[in-house]
Nanobody, 122 residues
Framework: QVQLVESGGGLVQPGGSLRLSCAASGSIFSINAMGWYRQAPGKERELVAVITSGGSANYADSVKGRFTISIDNAKNTVYLQMNSLKPEDTAVYTC????????????????WGQGTQVTVSS
């Protein structure tokens, strides 16, 4: 019913930049928040950044000052601008959305994208 599709991943050299996009589609009544998680091989998934539909954002300490999250409510799309990338940023980045599919739903439900690979290497 709801699908999240990420794009923008790829291979980049240390110090480079990438911009990830995640578009939510389907039966969406309202979005509370959207965010980005990442998971490196052998490590647990961690929250990178999250933003509410009102534009309030929070970041993991490891990416503060380097990454910027933004949201386009009209397009139900969240972006992650990643600058000054480091090898330790290498991971599968997955989009998450907290949203309602019906107006009568009391709470919000979480949806996940398939993930996009980001590799930072010289």
């Amino acid at each position: 019913q709801v699908q999240l599709v990420e794009s923008g991943g790829g291979l980049v050299q240390p110090g480079g930049s990438l911009r990830l996009s995640c578009a939510a589609s389907g039966s969406i009544f309202s979005i509370n928040a959207m965010g980005w998680y990442r998971q490196a091989p052998g490590k647990e998934r961690e929250l990178v950044a999250v933003i509410t539909s009102g534009g309030s954002a929070n970041y993991a300490d490891s990416v503060k000052g380097r990454f910027t999250i933004s949201i386009d409510n009209a397009k139900n799309t969240v972006y992650l601008q990643m600058n000054s990338l480091k090898p330790e940023d290498t991971a599968v980045y997955t989009c998450n959305a907290d949203l309602k599919t019906r107006s009568w739903t009391v709470g919000y439900s979480r949806y996940w994208g398939q993930g996009t690979q980001v590799t930072v290497s010289s």
